[in-house]
């Protein structure tokens, strides 16, 4: 069986109406797979203006507003209506990416059809309670992810560090690995303008401390805004740059008054503005890869993140960056300290980490999932001949 073979019904709780490194990696893996000649049709809940226009076919499916987050849509049924159509694409795989309702039921019709089922975990949900002053829920969200997961014939994971927390949580025991690329035509180098700097109110001479992603409490804003309060009480130089939209920008802005917010950025624009930092300062331990830290990386920025799933893959402590225990907010402190006043460090630790982001491909990452697509399909066959 070749790539051009597969018909694959993918499900997302949200494919382009809110703009996310999730969804951007789905929609990259869309065009390459059209480009190899699959046949792909995307079941995903849609707005009247996305966030960017969709990859592929793309069929909406009934949703609502999440009640305290309007901006996310909870998928609520697999209607009659897309059922039909489901039905009439006639996939010979089904690709969930959000363990919601609308997934659980895409699986049990798969099921039915004796129809593999591949599932892409794109961030640890069960860790986004502890924002929210819920930790006691995290056991029972591991369960009810763990039900659903194991229905599933395969997960893919964006890096190994959070495949083996998946196997630890016996969530499945057959996850291959679905990295993630960066555009070296966006994010290198010499997209660094300090003359754009400048227009920022940014100096030459104090380094700038980035933060990238979006501004939303799960992305470790706390732990960043009081590290920053750190070096400003140690009377440490520097300057900080916060790229990114989200509901918790005011918020943020309020604990951060001297920071330069640059707002949303996208294509060369963002690899523009990820070039003029001169650390990224990264203390999430939701993100499952961390995008953001490998387009650091591509830019020769040292990083500084917390040691958690996604950055312990990417980050070599010491060499390219370094790894913190989350939440230490003065071991933070103390090494952006350095990184702040020691310049040649800077840039030695981000040619090292330069060099290896070239190792992410996005062509070569993608085909991972195509060939797993194709492994799940010839042992779902094998298994109907023998029995």
Same mark, same amino acid.
């Given at each position: 069986?070749?790539?051009?073979?597969?018909?694959?019904? @993918?499900?997302?709780?949200?494919?382009?109406?809110?703009?996310?490194?999730?969804?951007?990696?789905?929609?990259?893996?869309?065009?390459?797979?059209?480009?190899?000649?699959?046949?792909?049709?995307?079941?995903?809940?849609?707005?009247?203006?996305?966030?960017?226009?969709?990859?592929?076919?793309?069929?909406?499916?009934?949703?609502?507003?999440?009640?305290?987050?309007?901006?996310?849509?909870?998928?609520?049924?697999?209607?009659?209506?897309?059922?039909?159509?489901?039905?009439?694409?006639?996939?010979?795989?089904?690709?969930?990416?959000?363990?919601?309702?609308?997934?659980?039921?895409?699986?049990?019709? /798969?099921?039915?059809?004796?129809l593999p089922v591949l599932c892409s975990v794109h961030?640890?949900?069960?860790?986004?309670?502890?924002?929210?002053?819920?930790?006691?829920?995290?056991?029972?969200?591991?369960?009810?992810?763990?039900?659903?997961?194991?229905?599933?014939?395969?997960?893919?994971?964006? #890096? =190994?560090?959070?495949?083996?927390?998946?196997?630890?949580?016996?969530?499945?025991?057959?996850?291959?690995?679905?990295?993630?690329?960066?555009?070296?035509?966006?994010?290198?180098?010499?997209?660094?303008?300090?003359?754009?700097?400048?227009?920022?109110?940014?100096?030459? =001479?104090?380094?700038?401390?980035?933060?990238?992603?979006? +501004?939303?409490?799960?992305? !470790?804003?706390?732990?960043?805004?009081?590290?920053?309060?750190?070096?400003?009480?140690?009377?440490?130089?520097?300057?900080?740059?916060?790229?990114?939209?989200?509901?918790?920008?005011?918020?943020?802005?309020?604990? +951060?008054?001297?920071?330069?917010?640059? !707002?949303?950025?996208?294509?060369?624009?963002? !690899?523009?503005?990820?070039?003029?930092?001169?650390?990224?300062?990264?203390?999430?331990?939701? =993100?499952?890869?961390?995008?953001?830290? @490998?387009?650091?990386?591509?830019?020769?920025l040292p990083v500084v993140a917390a040691k958690a799933?996604?950055?312990? #893959?990417?980050?070599?402590?010491?060499?390219?960056?370094?790894?913190?225990?989350?939440?230490?907010?003065?071991?933070?402190?103390?090494? +952006?300290?350095?990184?702040?006043?020691?310049?040649?460090?800077?840039?030695?630790?981000?040619?090292?980490?330069?060099?290896?982001?070239?190792?992410?491909?996005?062509?070569?990452?993608?085909?991972?999932?195509?060939?797993?697509?194709?492994? @799940?399909?010839?042992?779902?066959?094998?298994?109907?001949?023998? /029995?």
């Amino acid at each position: 069986m070749h790539t051009s073979n597969l018909r694959i019904a @993918l499900f997302s709780g949200n494919y382009n109406y809110v703009r996310d490194g999730a969804n951007q990696a789905l929609n990259r893996l869309v065009g390459y797979l059209l480009r190899q000649g699959a046949h792909v049709r995307i079941y995903s809940p849609t707005v009247e203006n996305p966030a960017f226009p969709p990859t592929g076919d793309l069929v909406s499916v009934p949703s609502m507003a999440i009640p305290n987050r309007p901006e996310y849509r909870i998928p609520l049924s697999l209607s009659p209506k897309v059922k039909r159509d489901l039905a009439q694409f006639a996939p010979n795989v089904v690709h969930i990416s959000s363990p919601d309702r609308v997934a659980r039921q895409a699986v049990k019709w /798969a099921q039915k059809r004796n129809l593999p089922v591949l599932c892409s975990v794109h961030t640890r949900f069960e860790t986004y309670f502890r924002y929210y002053n819920m930790s006691f829920a995290e056991p029972l969200v591991e369960a009810w992810l763990r039900r659903l997961y194991r229905k599933c014939d395969a997960l893919v994971a964006p #890096s =190994e560090s959070f495949a083996q927390v998946l196997r630890e949580q016996r969530m499945n025991y057959d996850i291959d690995i679905w990295s993630r690329g960066v555009d070296r035509d966006i994010f290198n180098p010499q997209r660094r303008d300090l003359e754009w700097r400048r227009s920022q109110g940014l100096t030459d =001479e104090l380094p700038v401390i980035g933060f990238l992603g979006r +501004l939303v409490m799960e992305k !470790g804003l706390d732990v960043f805004s009081d590290t920053i309060d750190q070096l400003n009480r140690r009377q440490v130089p520097h300057q900080v740059m916060v790229i990114g939209e989200g509901p918790a920008r005011g918020w943020f802005e309020s604990r +951060l008054p001297h920071a330069r917010f640059v !707002g949303f950025q996208g294509g060369a624009d963002l !690899g523009r503005a990820v070039a003029a930092m001169d650390v990224l300062f990264n203390p999430s331990v939701t =993100e499952t890869f961390g995008n953001v830290t @490998l387009e650091a990386m591509a830019c020769a920025l040292p990083v500084v993140a917390a040691k958690a799933t996604g950055s312990q #893959s990417l980050v070599e402590d010491k060499m390219s960056g370094r790894l913190i225990i989350p939440g230490a907010i003065n071991q933070f402190a103390d090494v +952006l300290q350095i990184y702040c006043t020691d310049e040649n460090l800077r840039q030695k630790h981000g040619s090292v980490g330069e060099q290896r982001s070239l190792e992410y491909s996005w062509d070569a990452i993608n085909q991972t999932v195509a060939d797993t697509y194709v492994r @799940l399909i010839r042992q779902r066959a094998a298994r109907a001949m023998a /029995a």
